[in-house]
């Protein structure tokens, strides 16, 4: 079944830097990779998702890259705040109607 | 995000007993899942469900039984719940297969002692 990987488990960057978060799949026929952000006690979030037919997307400081080929997508958060400390999860879809999440990238912003 | 929620929000249980944790949402979408998130594993998928009637297993389905009798409640059974099933609970809906993300439940933090 599909696998997701993901990298690195924990990230701490200083405010105003650039943060990036690597995962890979394992299944060539997956064809959507959301991501979510958690925050402390609260429930995931969507913040961005990409298909396959897509090799790049933004949504203002946000962005997500798709290499079908190489089965990598990535995170990119740029000019990150304070407000971007969170766990950030990837998944990717899987064959029956489901998707599979990463086990977390826990954000740190330090000031 | 108030369309999906989840009962009880906290619930302590000894280990034998039976518990169910209850989903509903006010959406009518086909697909409701369960998952379970711990520390170091992130969030797995228990079971799924398609529609009313349908459901499937996920990455960890043993111990867990879920029914679908309509399309707006999706409850998960622990059928003896054990200490390892300790864990924080997440229900999701999606209307359609890969078309929308998920939307999350605020979630059940279950013990078991």
């Known amino acids: 079944g599909e696998n997701v990987e993901q990298h690195p488990s924990t990230l701490s960057v200083q405010e105003g830097d650039s943060a990036v978060i690597k995962c890979t799949y394992s299944?060539?026929?997956?064809?959507?990779f959301p991501w979510y952000k958690q925050e402390l006690g609260k429930r995931p979030q969507l913040i961005i998702d990409i298909r396959s037919n897509v090799g790049e997307k933004k949504d203002q400081r946000i962005a997500v890259t798709l290499n079908k080929t190489a089965k990598h997508f990535s995170l990119h958060i740029t000019e990150t705040q304070p407000e971007d400390s969170a766990v950030y999860f990837c998944?990717?879809?899987?064959?029956?109607?489901?998707?599979?999440f990463g086990k977390g990238t826990r954000l740190h912003i330090l000031p | 995000d108030a369309g999906i929620t989840q009962s009880p929000r906290y619930k302590i249980t000894e280990t034998g007993r039976q518990v169910t944790l209850m989903c509903h949402q006010t959406?009518?979408?086909?697909?409701m899942f369960w998952y379970r998130q711990d520390l170091g594993h992130g969030l797995r998928l228990i079971y799924y469900s398609a529609a009313a009637d349908i459901t499937d297993k996920g990455e960890v389905p043993d111990g867990y039984v879920v029914s679908r009798s309509k399309t707006e409640n999706f409850p998960l059974t622990l059928e003896s719940a054990t200490r390892s099933q300790t864990s924080v609970y997440f229900c999701?809906?999606?209307?359609?297969?890969?078309?929308?993300?998920?939307?999350f439940g605020s979630g059940t933090r279950l013990t078991v002692v």
């Open positions: 999701a809906s999606t209307p359609l297969r890969d078309r929308d993300g998920y939307t």
């Open positions: 299944d060539s026929a997956s064809n959507y």
């Open positions: 959406w009518s979408h086909s697909y």
């Open positions: 998944a990717a879809s899987a064959p029956g109607d489901k998707i599979i």
